[in-house]
């Protein structure tokens, strides 16, 4: 089964809304990855947060973590038409080994 | 410019018929990973390399095969594929620690 399970699987709204995706794991992680995927092209890295930390911030971008739930979100704010793209939340755990989830798509309505 | 390169982007083939996608990083990371996507599963992990000469398998890795002969290379092998190897491929290479990947732009592969 999946580590990381993102949650909705897709997300639909307008230019200007912010969006709220979240990602719940199983195991005890290092770290947790918020990966951008636009359409079949490569994954591009968005932010990385630690197990010890609890939120992070890059530009529009703000990433929570609740170790004790086992799960995280990522909150973009003021959202653009160019942010339309696939989300994937990614754990990595002491074994260092790294595993995605299925991905959220979000389109974001001109 | 720091890239992961992978080649080729796109194959059609035909089952049976041995074929290699080549993967090579620049950025002199340790660790390299072979993944396939498929709709609705996500990123599965077919192999990874933590160095030269050092491969293991992720989740899905049989009908695969892998080299690292050297630290910047790491080719996919398809000895003999068949349809249900029919997907998008992705490399991707990181440095250890808390350290994001880097990926390529993928292989999109048919066997026929």
Redesign the interface.
Known sequence: S?QGEEDPQALSIQEGENATMNCSYKTSI??L?W?RQNS??????LI?I?SNEREKHSGRLRVTLDTSKKSSSLLITASRAADTASY?C?T?TSY????????TSLSVIP | EAQ?TQNPRYLITVTGKKLTVTCSQNMNHE?M?W?RQDP??????IY?S?NVEVTDK??VPEGYKVSRKEKRNFPLILESPSPNQTS?Y?C?SRN?G?????????T?LSIL
């Open positions: 999946q290092n770290n990855q990966y079949g092209r490569g994954l591009v890295h990385l630690r994937f990614a990595k260092d080994k790294v595993i995605f989830g299925p991905g | 992961v660790y990973s993944y609705g599963l996500g990123l599965r992990q990874y933590m992720g989740d998008l992705f991707a250890t808390n350290q994001p990947q880097h990926f390529g732009d993928g999109r």
